[in-house]
């Protein structure tokens, strides 16, 4: 009954291993990093992240130390073999340990980080992503809680102590300099270069907050403050924002209210631009704007433009530039900085936004 035994928990340890292996395969030869595939508009996509630290970006930069700490996990399973093969509970749960621990140990040996790739938006917050082997860990721990919840050893570990990785990284999002992505008329979350940056930049230690505003008809001045009024909360004044388009504009809205450190305007413009998207545009572009209050509001103004956008005239980034007693950076041939233009990634944007924090 032993062999028996033995031979379904290293059978389902294998399966997760390779199902692990493949799934990340898969991911790494169809994606380069931080590049997104959604698959359910703001619920789930596939987002190739290399994560040096552990399961849902713990301990960041720690690959060689937790490359370690799993071959400890993995002689404390074998040690105890005949014991964890004793009952169904435990059979399945170490097995399951066993083959996620082995598959992101496989990935830090060989590549120095781990590949992720599962992305969820819950409740419009980013839930931090993870692959098949995390979710085997995960699944087979709670397992184990579950299978020894009325056992002396359990039930004497103080509740504050299991709360403790939680807090860790609860107090870790809270203390990161935070960073808030406005994308454009008819965009999302998703598109042109916005998941690659805030993945660069979320493995640099910054919390990132991309929210998905209402498109046209729905889309308004008015619609946005409302879907963007629990974003503007978590604002703080070593805050950065950064807007894409007509994004830009409705930030100058959300900065006659609150303080940042810095605002990064790409393809930005006030008033209206004489096209076909004036119609859906008018409401954050003709407002009369309390350009005092901007400028007090945010010490530093980034604008970058491009000589040949095809909607929004070098003349309109001027005038905004003026506005805010800043400068224009002007990029040749970059068109509308969207995925049409090739801007699928934006290294120039992100060297402007680390080298301001030296």
């Known amino acids: 009954m032993r062999d028996y035994r033995g031979f379904q928990f290293f059978g389902i340890a294998l399966l997760i291993l390779i199902v692990d292996q493949w799934t990340k395969h898969v991911v790494r030869a169809s994606l380069i990093p931080g590049q997104t595939m959604p698959i359910i508009d703001g619920f789930f996509s596939l987002w190739y992240v290399q994560n040096t630290g552990a399961g849902f970006g713990l301990f960041k930069e720690w690959t060689l130390m937790l490359a370690w700490i799993s071959v400890i996990v ?15 509970t435990t059979l ?7 083959g996620g621990t082995i598959g992101n140990m496989i990935d830090r040996f060989a590549f120095q980080h781990v590949t992720d790739f599962f992305d969820f938006f819950l409740m419009n917050d980013h839930w931090p992503t993870f692959n098949i082997a995390d979710s085997a860990i995960v699944i087979g721990a709670l ?39 406005i994308h454009g008329s008819y ?31 729905k889309q308004s001045l008015q619609t ?21 388009s007509l994004g ?32 859906v545009n008018r409401s954050f572009v003709t407002k009369s704007f309390n350009w005092d209050n901007i400028r007090k509001h945010c010490a530093h103004f980034t604008i970058i433009h491009s000589n040949n956008d095809p909607y929004v005239p070098l003349a309109k980034a001027e005038m905004l530039a003026k506005k805010l007693e800043a400068s224009v950076t002007v990029i040749k041939g970059a068109g509308h900085f969207n995925k049409f233009s090739g801007y699928r990634k934006f290294g120039r944007l992100l060297r402007e936004i680390t080298l301001s924090k030296k």
């Open 74 to 88: 993995l002689g404390f399973i074998l040690y105890y073999f005949d014991e964890a093969i004793k009952e169904r």
């Open 92 to 98: 399945l749960a170490t097995a399951l340990i066993l």
């Open 143 to 181: 397992g184990l809680l579950w299978h020894f919840r009325k056992s002396e050893a359990v039930q004497e570990i103080p509740q504050r102590i299991k709360r403790i990785p939680g807090r860790i990284k609860s107090r870790l999002k809270r203390n990161a300099q935070r960073v808030f992505i």
């Open 187 to 217: 965009g999302s979350p998703g598109e042109n270069w916005y998941p690659w940056l805030r993945g660069e930049l979320e493995r640099l230690g910054y919390r990132v907050y991309v929210p998905k505003l209402p498109k046209p008809p």
């Open 224 to 244: 946005w403050r409302r879907k963007f009024r629990k974003y503007e909360k978590k604002i703080k004044p070593d805050s950065i924002v950064i807007g894409h």
């Open 248 to 279: 830009c504009a409705f930030l100058l809205d959300v900065l006659e209210r609150k303080k940042v450190k810095s605002a990064y305007f790409v393809s930005g413009f006030t008033g209206l631009l004489r096209n076909k998207f004036d119609a």
